[in-house]
């Protein structure tokens, strides 16, 4: 057996493994990500590597491979933890282990702390005094002036008395020849939390609450670390349950990871958290500058921190006593990684927690079918909160057929209801969101008279318009049509693609309602720093009095003068070329709906559609999560996919056609002929055929047996033999089409 040794903890060095040959002895002991002593260089002198990979044969000819000296025991070493986690990512999801390093070790080098140094007065009052008259005799205003105030205040900023007071480094350096002061340097590590402090808030649960938080405390106590599925409806508590959790862990001495989906939605959730942990929570996101990053990481490492807030890459804090991770709003497909390696964080922090021993806490209002399957299975455990913190009920809602709008002459984006309600709501002086879910925003033509989508008859899924070719296309089986100019279920003229946005709503909404102030949230609007967090705060107070946005306004927020959301095109997202498309819907209709009476006033949905018979649709307007499972696991069953089975998308990508498809020909053969219990689709031409005049194909491996599909992904891996004109990537169970 050999091992690949990294001998250095430093992105520099990962370039550069060296394989070692592990003697007999030393077999049971080594694994990846475990620490070494090895002979290094001509001298032999001996210094310590992480293996990162095992292999049967050595990769190197004519040279003497040396063997491995020792295993380096070392208690909970954070760096052995992350590398097995690497090796872990890159053997499941298919990638170069010095992808999957950077992924889990992503600072390049180390950053120089901040100084922060201080002028202090080691002389007592009486020469301070003495000096402060002789400088006063001799004319020395700078002196006089550090002196009069180190009188008055023994210990100044030193920034405060070069900058403010105008003493220069002589006169600093005089005064401390003189034995009268010192200048103290203090290194400190950035912190970018800026909260307003304020006093901790008591916790009140309810008996829901506090039943899950007991289930919770009584495995601590027992010393029994699983996952949970906290399955709460909107506004039922959720986030006030994970502080009461966190709040267990953090007393037992551990460190928690709060994910939350997205950075937009950080500032929100550092407020709560701050009030309770104050400057012990921080934290870690793409908006901080690589030293901010770096120092949060230092100060994780040494116990500065308890909690950590941010989106996916926060998984990788490097805590030295991990207790708990929480993953809010878990269906989120934010949490799956779209560049190499596919990771999810969802599967990827079970392995951390398992690693660490710690605990998973996944929530959300919609939780994801692969989720709650594993819960309904007994791999995780569910907890249930189906009633608001508050006690209220849940919107009133309101399904409006747009087809039955269009046959009375209505040819509006707005419904009849939905104008009727917003003009209510502005004569109540009450706040309006309108939600378009634009991620189904992909070319797919329906008719508008009688609600039917262009399907493929070979997947069930749409057919995409290409509008240079005037066919309708299937991104999955490469199934092609011409555009037909009528419907071809009712023979109507209105079949056209969808095409409305949330700028054309605005301008919809101005005309309608020209006494209304409208504000719009989506990726046009909030392109500048802070403009998200203004466009929220105008809305909070009031400012303005319809908002109008994309899932951006669907996550989390909470306006208590909000009685009415308005959901524009419930089923675009149906129209996706997509499996998922029925769940995604789902989520975002329900995640919209929770945001209409979270206070006081009675909250009022009304979601327009063309399609009001789909079941993601009837579900969704009843806040029903269990019948929608239902349904939805039955139509994985029978299609085959995931969480019933698994899926692994290889891509080849090349500017070269021939090469890129030949190589995807090859590679879905191979597979066939490997004898395993899979099932090969394709190849075929990928979503996007060509994306910068690179050629893109793919085929899908899939099987029940998820080791035999990451076994065929393995066996690929052997034979490769990329550079820059080909390029293959793998993707276990794609959140997107491929």
């Not at 289930?215 to 508590?237: P, R, W």
């Amino acid at each position: 057996m050999y091992a690949k040794i990294i001998i250095d903890i430093s992105i520099e060095s990962l370039d550069h493994p060296f394989t070692y040959h592990i003697p007999e002895r030393l077999f049971s002991k080594c694994h990846p990500g475990c620490k070494v002593s090895i002979p290094f260089g001509k001298s032999d002198r001996i210094i310590n590597g992480y293996i990162v990979e095992l292999a049967e044969s050595a990769d190197i000819e004519g040279v003497t491979i040396k063997d491995i000296a020792d295993v380096v025991v070392e208690q909970s070493a954070v760096e052995n933890k992350l590398i097995e986690l690497a090796a872990y990512i890159k053997n499941r999801y298919g990638s170069t282990m010095n992808a999957a390093l950077r992924t889990v070790l992503p600072l390049k080098r180390a950053y120089k702390p901040k100084e922060k140094k201080t002028i202090e007065a080691i002389a007592d009052k009486e020469v301070l005094t003495d000096a402060y008259s002789q400088a006063v005799r001799k004319k020395q205003f700078a002196k006089m002036r550090l002196l009069k105030e180190l009188l008055e205040e023994s210990v100044l900023d030193h920034n405060l008395v070069t900058g403010k007071l105008n003493v220069s480094a002589a006169t600093i350096r005089s005064l401390q020849s003189m034995g009268l002061i010192r200048v103290v340097s203090e290194n400190y590590f950035r912190n970018p939390v800026v909260c307003s402090k304020s006093r901790e808030k008591d916790i009140v649960l309810n008996d829901v609450q506090k039943s899950i938080v007991d289930d919770f405390v009584h495995d601590l106590n027992e010393n029994i670390s699983k996952t949970y599925l906290l399955h709460g409806i909107t506004g039922s508590g959720k986030t006030i349950t994970y502080i009461s959790l966190i709040k267990e862990v953090v007393a037992r001495g551990k460190q928690v990871i709060v994910l939350i989906p997205e950075i937009a939605l950080t500032y929100q959730t550092l407020k709560r958290f701050y009030h309770y942990f104050g400057e012990r929570v921080s934290v870690l996101n793409s908006a901080l500058s690589a030293g901010e990053k770096y120092d949060q990481c230092e100060r994780a490492k040494r116990g500065e921190i308890d909690v950590i807030i941010g989106p996916r890459s926060a998984l990788f804090t490097p805590f030295q006593n991990l207790g708990l991770i929480v993953i809010d709003e878990e269906h989120e497909n934010t949490y799956k990684s779209e560049s190499m390696p596919k990771y999810h964080a969802r599967e990827v922090a079970e392995k951390l927690a398992e690693l660490h021993g710690a605990s998973l806490v996944l929530g959300s209002a919609t939780p994801s079918v692969e989720s709650y399957y594993k819960a309904k299975t007994g791999l995780y455990k569910l907890w249930i909160m189906d009633k608001r913190a508050s006690g209220l009920n849940l919107a009133k809602t309101t399904v409006i057929d747009m087809r039955r709008e269009l046959n009375d002459g209505n040819k509006s984006i707005f419904s009849r209801r939905l104008k009727d309600a917003i003009r209510d709501r502005l004569d109540k002086d009450e706040q309006v969101m309108l939600f378009l879910n634009r991620r189904g925003y992909a070319g797919f033509v329906s008719c508008r008279s009688c609600g039917v989508v262009m399907r493929c008859p070979h997947c069930d899924v749409s057919l995409s318009e290409h509008l240079s070719t005037g066919k309708l296309v299937c991104h999955y089986c490469g199934y092609e049509e011409i555009r037909p100019k009528l419907c071809p279920k009712c023979g109507s003229k209105y079949l056209l693609g969808f095409k409305a946005g949330t700028e054309q709503i605005e301008l919809e909404t101005k005309k309608l309602f020209p006494d209304a102030r409208v504000s719009r949230l989506d990726a046009d609007t909030t392109k500048n720093k802070g403009s998200l967090e203004r466009i929220l705060d105008d809305f909070s107070q009031k400012k303005s009095n319809i908002l109008i946005g994309t899932q951006m306004i669907v996550k989390g927020h909470d306006f208590a003068d909000v009685t009415l959301v308005g959901i524009i095109a419930a089923d675009m997202s149906l129209a996706l070329n997509d499996y998922r498309a029925g769940e995604r819907t789902f989520q975002l209709i329900t995640q919209a709906s929770g945001r209409a009476g979270r206070s006081d006033k009675e909250g009022e949905t009304i979601i327009q559609t063309y399609q009001p018979d789909h079941y993601a649709i009837i579900h969704a307007a009843a806040q029903d999560y269990e019948a929608f499972y239902n349904e939805e696991i039955m139509y994985r069953d029978l299609g085959g996919y995931p969480p019933i089975k698994d899926i692994m998308a290889v891509l080849t990508t090349s500017k070269n056609k021939e090469l890129a498809y030949k190589t995807c020909e090859n590679m879905a053969e191979y597979v066939k002929k490997l004898g395993l219990k899979v099932e090969v689709i394709g190849p075929a031409k990928a979503g996007i055929g060509r994306i910068s005049d690179t050629y893109r194909f793919l085929f899908y491996i899939k099987s029940d047996d998820k080791e035999a599909v990451i076994k065929c992904k393995d066996r690929l891996e052997e034979g490769l033999n990329t550079g820059k004109d080909l390029q293959v990537f793998f993707d276990l169970n794609p959140m997107n089409p491929v």
